[in-house]
Each structure stands twice: as C-alpha cells, then as structure tokens.
C-alpha cells in the first residue's frame, strides 16, 4: 500500500503565501481522488479540499489544491495568510479498496 | 447544523473493552455512509472502519481487524465501535465522520473520544 508524505511543519508570515505537499509513495497522485483537511487545537476537522481542488462553500478563495503528476504530489496552497489560518493540516486519498490513507499532517505557524 | 458527538472514550487496561458511540443530528442519518478514523499521539490519522448506511457493509483497517466491530442503529441515529482486545498501539483519539459520496470526502467530523490503553 501506498504512504502520503507531508512535511511536519511550515512556518511564514501573515499575508504571505504558503504551500504544503503531500507526496504519494507508490502508484500515481492522479489515481484518486485527495483532500485536505484543517484541524485548529482542540477542534474537529474539518474539510478544506476535496476532489483535489474543489473548495466547499465557506471556504475563503485563498485555498486552493492542486495536484502534479511530475512530482506524484498534492499541493495545499493559502495565501493572504492569517493567523486564524494556523492549524494543522492533513491530506487524505484513497486506496484501491477505497479505504482512506492520510498523510501524516504538517502543522502550520503563522508567525 | 450537522452535528457528531463521540462518547464512552477513556483509559482501559491492555486487553480490555470499549464501546464508543457517535451520536448524530442534523442530517438524514440513514441516508450517509460513516467512518471511524484515529489519530496516535504524534502520527496522522488513521482509517479504522467503514459502515454503509443501511449496515449492509462493514469494513475494517488490518490493524483492528477481528478485534473491533463497528454498528449502526439508524432508528435513534446513532454509530458505535466496539473495542476488544486492546494495545497500546490503539491508544488515541476516536472521531466518527459523515461519508459524502459527491464529494468523495469525509465532509463532516466529530471533535473526537480519546482512548488510552495502559495499565
């Protein structure tokens, strides 16, 4: 089975931009579907992405998700940061039993 | 308002049992596919166990398979897991999540039961 990859944590300023990766370890980024997921401390999380970049409604227009074949990775990118926007941030797929497989969550800081 | 709310974690001996429950409101309960997913105190979340809406599906993660046993009881809305023969490595905090099949997704979660196997 595969493995999604995150970075444990990024860090940047308020107002600037941010982008967090998730790598897929085996088969192809594109084979299913990923979303991205926020959870603020003490908090449920909640859906930030789905589909690979479609965003809820509620969801401000900075988020955006992408996905590249070359790199086989998922990409979460916020911009005009905020300090609401610190949180930790975790990617999801599926396998091929359609079974969720996460990433390992990438804590961000908006300092 | 969709609401999850997880109840009957917290801290049991190796070996023992669990029963957390998932109470939900807000939406058509029989009409979504649920999940139980865990977190390891410092590891990402992990799939536990899938159950489709009318029960007739039931899916579990290697790692708890044979031990855990997840139900549904539609009339009072409400998901439950049932946890036996616990380790340590089951340590961790329970969410139950609404499946939304248009998107894919887990659209919904609980804030979460934590459950420490210790003795």
């Known amino acids: 089975n595969f493995m999604l990859t995150q970075p444990h944590s990024v860090s940047e300023s308020p107002g600037k931009t941010v982008t967090i990766s998730c790598t897929r370890t085996s088969g192809t980024i594109a084979s299913n579907y990923v979303q991205w997921y926020r959870r603020r401390p003490g908090g449920a999380p909640t859906i930030v992405i789905y589909e690979d970049d479609q965003r809820p409604s509620g969801v401000p227009d900075r988020f955006s998700g992408s996905i590249d074949s070359s790199s086989n990775s998922a990409s979460l990118t916020i911009s005009g940061l905020k300090t609401e926007d610190e949180a930790d941030y975790f990617c999801q797929s599926y396998d091929d039993n359609d079974h969720g497989v996460f990433g390992g969550g990438t804590k961000l800081t908006v300092l | 308002e969709v609401q999850l709310v997880e109840s009957g974690g917290g801290l049991v001996k190796p070996g023992g049992s669990v029963r957390l429950s998932c109470a939900a409101s807000g939406f058509t309960f029989t009409s979504y596919s649920m999940r139980w997913v865990r977190q390891a105190p410092g590891k990402g979340p992990e799939w536990v166990s899938s159950i489709n809406a009318d029960s007739f599906f039931m899916y579990y993660a290697d790692s708890v398979k044979g031990r855990f046993t997840v139900s549904r009881d539609n009339a009072n809305n409400l998901l439950f897991l049932q946890m036996n023969s616990l380790r340590a490595e089951d340590t961790g905090v329970y969410y139950c999540?609404?499946?939304?099949?248009?998107?894919?997704?887990?659209?919904?979660w609980g804030q979460g039961a934590q459950v420490t196997v210790s003795s």
């Open positions: 999540a609404r499946y939304y099949d248009s998107w894919s997704a887990y659209d919904y």
